[in-house]
Structures are given as structure tokens and as C-alpha cells.
């Protein structure tokens, strides 16, 4: 995720651009830079850093006269956050400029046949990549930009939305979508492109918003015209009115952060798979744990560190990597490994997870492991963080920036990387039959559509939650695979409704927590077919012969537990490995919705904060 912005008109695009991408901040926030022209001299600026620190190292040699410019702040996906990977990017002539917000999955083989034709490369980036084919369709087919850049994307994989301009057009604004939103205001003789209304909201309220596998040319007194991308259908416009004020466009018109982030899991689950997952194939790409098969093949076995919610992930990996690819998995809090004196050797194996990719004691943890001769496998969210650095090699989640404090979207970004590794480890060791593996895979990718299926029960899941808003402590259980989904609920209350919460593995309940169960209590119970399902209804049974309230996650259909729970909430149904997926997503709309009926400050929970960097 990266924020976009172009002005094309008669103001100067430098202010607009700069207090544009300040509000697009919240879309990513590693780079930064900014293109201005204004008909003789192109000033392309661009820092590592905040869009604060573009303001200050620009400001002073900016063209005030510009009344073209694009900008960007960025989120990185290719090449880590320094000053060359930032955008904007520019062809190999200096005529063609881009800003981009995606990722360009086939990059790898485009930038080869680029170089043979004689074209440099400067950044680690996709972009520049896509920049040179625009070019060079340009100049091969002698066509105007417009159209050079239809052609390109044709030949183009992955998720896009992109603005380009050509020196030699200083009227002309040309941008596409695939994947990723782009806005346009509409104003007198002058237009302004983002990837939300918040960059141009108070100079318009008529918007035209580009549909996936459109584009736009944009030009001063000749409008906008909108095309489908692989037909050159012309589409007609639709221009909106804005309704929404500045705060709700930021968050998407959700809330809070907190609940954009759950919505927009269905998405960060399918670009964390983006590229990697190649159903048809039967193949699962992560050049990470490709250069490095061997180290993973002859572990002894896989320990996993991490802190929160990332261990909880650790705690789902653990499950998938023994059941599926056989091997040995050890899960640690990474507070604890650090100081506890650990038996590690070069024959292990130890995978660092990590949101922000900064917590104190995961870094120190991967230090020790590292000094102990061991292989260190980092999985983070943020591109070039401390952690990302510090490892030997891994593979990004690709989530985009999670602003809330208390973890959502990272968690399942978190597990679909975890159960890639274990897929290709248990083909790569032959622990997996290829029917199963190609069925893992299949299921694999229709995983956001289910995600976003459980996401539809939102509206029973608050009329639970207005019920149950006022309990003083919860239970959570589950087994299996869904025992760490039930640690993850119960953290999710706790840290943002500040009510008592436990996760149990449900047969455990009977060793002492049952002692707690009254007509009071709560028992959040997941129980979906596949796990262990007989096992928990009479988990279930003994909650109720106790009078505790019960409120089951079930797969869709079910009609045991519904009879005994007083509330169910259902899920799609999936193998079972796969299941955390789903079954999170109601225990994280439980607690969002009890959290704002409490009145909490649900993205800036209380005492806590969004990266851990002490101990
Ligand atoms: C919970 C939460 C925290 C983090 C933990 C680790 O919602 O956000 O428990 O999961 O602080 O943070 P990262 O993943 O950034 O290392």
C-alpha cells in the first residue's frame, strides 16, 4: 500500500501534492518524493523517511512555478526504503515520470528482456521496471503515452495504481487502476488524482473514482476519458458528489482503523499470496525459502520467536508445519528465549515474526540465535525494518500499514505466509500427497472470498456483543488448530475493551477454569467441523450443565451446536489448517464492537503502542 497524489491545472501543484501526501500518510510512510513540472524544468525529489522530511529537504529547491506534479509516500514491497528505490521513477531518456502504488509480480522476467534491449536500472523497483516498458512500447510502436501505457499493462501480472506523465506532454496526466483505488477531482480546468478524496477535498466535491483494469487520460481543457485497459472500450463517466469529510476518508469511511483493517483482510490475505501462489502450477514461489531449501530440509527442527499477537501466529505455524511438512516446532515468547540461556545450534532453524519488524526482544532473540550459529528466518510486515534486516533471509506479509494499535489484518497476513512455507516444505519433503497439496493450494486461494464471507455476520456479531458488553471476565476456547485462535480472541478483548479475558485449549477447561463458569461467564467456544468437532460440543455440554452463556463459531450449517449455544456465529467452511483464518475474524469484530459500545479508545487502546521497542 502507497499513497498517491498528481495535480494537473492552473494552481501550483507543490502545496497541493505536499499536504496531500501528508494525508496519505496513513497508507504507507518509508519514502517519499515528488515530481514537479512546469514546461521547461523537471525537479524529481525524493528521501527516505516521512513526507516531513521530503517538505524539509525540498522545500528550498521546489519550481514554485509548477502547475504539474505528481507525488508519493511510500510503503515499500520492492526494494527497501532509501532515497533511489522512492518514487517517483523515470525512464531511461528522462522524459517519462511514474508514481506507483502495487506490486508488478512479473517485474522479474519484464526487467530481464529491458536490459537486453539495452535499458539501466538505477532502483531495486518494480516501477522503474514498468516505466522502461512504457518507454519502450513508446518509442517501438511510435505511439503517444496513452496508449503505450495500455499496451504495457497488458503485459503486465500483479496490482497497480499508477500516474505517469511525459515531459513533452506538460497537458496530459495519463493513470490506470488494477487492484488498488485512484480518485480523480474533478475541478474548473484543473484535476487532481489520489488514491483517496482526502488530497482534494476541500478543492472539489466531484469525484470520478477509476475501476479496476481502467485508466484515464487527463488532459487541461480537453477532460478525462476513461478506457477499459485490455479493450480501449470507452467508459462513461460517472462523477460523484462527495459526501464524506476528511477523518472518514482516511479511515475509508470505517470507524476506526481497527475495523478498516479487519475489512480489509480479504485483500492483504490475497496480496500476501500475490505471486507466490500459483494454483494452476502447483507451485508456491518465495525466493527466501527457495535459496535457502536446504537449511530448511535439514533442520532438526524450526523454533519459532515472537511477542503478542505474531506469537500467536507462531503458535498456528506450529500446528501446520508438524502436521503437514513434519517438522520439529518449538514457539517462544521471545522475552523469555532472550534471557533464558536456550539450546541453539547451527542445525536449527529459527523463525522471527514481527508486524513492525522492531520489537525489542524479537530483535535480541534473533541476535542470540544468530551468534549461536543458526539460521534466522524473518516474516514482517514493514519492508526494511530492524528485524527484516537483522535475519538471514524471509518473506514480507505484504499487509500494508496496520494503523491500529491492536493487531488484525497482520495476524492473517502472518498465518498465510507461515502456511506457504509449510506447503512447499511438506512438497518439498514429500510429507504431503500431491492431491492434498494441490487441494491446500485451492482452498489456499479461496480463502479471501471467505474471509469476506465471514465478514458479512457483522451486524448479528454486534447485536452479541451489545448483549455481552458488560461482563466482567470471558472465556475462550478451542482446540487444535483454533486453540491459538482462542489466545488471540481473548487478547483482542482484553487489550481494547479492557475486559477480562482468557484463551483455554478447551479440554484444559476442566482442569481448573471450569471452576469459574456461572450464569456471568461468557465461553466463547470454536468449534468448527473439522477440529476435533465431537470433542468440543462436549466441551460444550459441560459448559452449559454450568449454566455459562455460550456463543459457538461454527462452520456454516451446523445444527449441534446451535442447539446447545445461545448464540452462533458461522463461518465458511475449510480444511482445517486453514480454519484460523476464519474463525478470527468474528472474535475480532466481538471485540471492536463491545470496545465502542464500552465507549474505549479503540485504535489507541490504553498504556499500549504500536511497536515494542523496549523491553
Ligand atoms: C496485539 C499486538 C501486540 C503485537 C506485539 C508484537 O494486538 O498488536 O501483541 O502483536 O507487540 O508486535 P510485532 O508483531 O510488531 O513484533
Redesign the pocket.
Known amino acids: 500500500m502507497c499513497g498517491i497524489v498528481g495535480y494537473i491545472g492552473h494552481r501550483e501543484a507543490y502545496p497541493i501534492i505536499i499536504e496531500g501526501l501528508k494525508r496519505l500518510e496513513y497508507r504507507g510512510y518509508d519514502s517519499a518524493g515528488i515530481a514537479l513540472f512546469d514546461g521547461t524544468d523537471l525537479k524529481v525529489s525524493k528521501t527516505k523517511g516521512k513526507v516531513l522530511d521530503l517538505e524539509n529537504r525540498v522545500a528550498s529547491e521546489i519550481s514554485t512555478n509548477a502547475k504539474l506534479g505528481i507525488g508519493h509516500t511510500r510503503w515499500a514491497t520492492h526494494g527497501v526504503p532509501n532515497d533511489i528505490n522512492a518514487h517517483p521513477h523515470y525512464s531511461n531518456s528522462g522524459n517519462l515520470v511514474i508514481i506507483h502504488n502495487g506490486i508488478i509480480e512479473n517485474y522479474d522476467s519484464l526487467k530481464k528482456e529491458l536490459i537486453a534491449r539495452g535499458y539501466t536500472f538505477k532502483s531495486d523497483t518494480d516501477t522503474e521496471v514498468l516505466i522502461n516498458l512504457i518507454e519502450d512500447v513508446k518509442l517501438k510502436e511510435n505511439v503517444k503515452l496513452g496508449k503505450a501505457v495500455q499496451i504495457a499493462l497488458n503485459q503486465v501480472i500483479g496490482a497497480y495504481s499508477i500516474a505517469v506523465f511525459d515531459k513533452n506532454k506538460p497537458d496530459e496526466i495519463v493513470i490506470a487502476r488494477l487492484g488498488s483505488p485512484l480518485a480523480v477531482g474533478i475541478g474548473e480546468d484543473e484535476f487532481f488524482i489520489a488514491s483517496d478524496a482526502s488530497p482534494f477535498i476541500e478543492y472539489t466535491k466531484n469525484a470520478v473514482y477509476l475501476e479496476d483494469e481502467e485508466m484515464a487520460i487527463i488532459r487541461i481543457n480537453k477532460g478525462i476519458k476513461i478506457r477499459k485497459i485490455k479493450d480501449d472500450t470507452l467508459v462513461d463517466l460517472y462523477v460523484q458528489e462527495l459526501q464524506m469529510n476528511l477523518e472518514q476518508i482516511e479511515k475509508g469511511g470505517y470507524e476506526h482503523f481497527m475495523l478498516k483493517e479487519i475489512h480489509e483482510q480479504p485483500n492483504a490475505i490475497r496480496d500476501t499470496y500475490r505471486g507466490r501462489l500459483l494454483v494452476k502450477e502447483g507451485i508456491i514461489r518465495m525466493a527466501g525459502v527457495d535459496d535457502n531449501m536446504e537449511k530448511f530440509l535439514n533442520a532438526n527442527r524450526i523454533v519459532i520467536v ?5 506469537w500467536h501466529a507462531g503458535l498456528v505455524a506450529e500446528y501446520i508445519f508438524e502436521d503437514l511438512a513434519r517438522i520439529p516446532v518449538e514457539v517462544e515468547y521471545a522475552s523469555e528465549f532472550r534471557y533464558r540461556n536456550p539450546v541453539i545450534t547451527s542445525n536449527d532453524v529459527v523463525i522471527a ?7 525489542a526482544d ?1 530483535l535480541a532473540a534473533i541476535k542470540l540465535a544468530k551468534a549461536n550459529g543458526a539460521f534466522v528466518f524473518g516474516v514482517c510486515n514493514v519492508v526494511g525494518s530492524s528485524i527484516a534486516r537483522e535475519t538471514n533471509a524471509g518473506a514480507y506479509t505484504h499487509a500494508g500499514p496496520e494503523i491500529g ?3 488484525t489484518k ?1 495476524f492473517t497476513t502472518q498465518i498465510t505466509v507461515l502456511t506457504l512455507i509449510a506447503l512447499k516444505l511438506a512438497k518439498a519433503k514429500g510429507s504431503i500427497s500431491n492431491s492434498d497439496y494441490r487441494y491446500h493450494l485451492q482452498e489456499l486461494e479461496l480463502i479471501p472470498e471467505k474471509v469476506a464471507k465471514a465478514l458479512q455476520s457483522d451486524e448479528h456479531i454486534k447485536e452479541v456483543a451489545d448483549i455481552y458488553k458488560d461482563a466482567r471476565n470471558c472465556l475462550y476456547l478451542g482446540r487444535g488448530y483454533n486453540f491459538p485462535v482462542a489466545l488471540e480472541g481473548a ?2 478483548l482484553k ?1 481494547i475493551s479492557y475486559i477480562h479475558a482468557e484463551g483455554y485449549p478447551a479440554a484444559e477447561m476442566k482442569h481448573g477454569p471450569i471452576a469459574l463458569i456461572d450464569e456471568q461467564m461468557p465461553v466463547i467456544v470454536v468449534a468448527t467441523k473439522k477440529g476435533h468437532y465431537e470433542k468440543v460440543v462436549s466441551n460444550i455440554q459441560e459448559i452449559k450443565s454450568r449454566k455459562g452463556k455460550i456463543i459457538g463459531i461454527v462452520t456454516e450449517g451446523d445444527v449441534h451446536v446451535q442447539e446447545l449455544a445461545d448464540h452462533i456465529i458461522e463461518v465458511p467452511e475449510t480444511l482445517e489448517p486453514l480454519s484460523p483464518l476464519l474463525t478470527t475474524i468474528p472474535l475480532q469484530l466481538l471485540s471492536y464492537h463491545i470496545a465502542v459500545m464500552l465507549g474505549k479508545n479503540v485504535d489507541q487502546p490504553r498504556n499500549l503502542a504500536k ?2 521497542t523496549v523491553e
Open positions: 515472537a511477542c503478542g499477537t505474531s515474526i514481527s508486524q513492525s519488524g522492531e520489537t524479537t494499535v491492536a493487531s497482520a487478547l483482542k487489550e511497536s515494542v
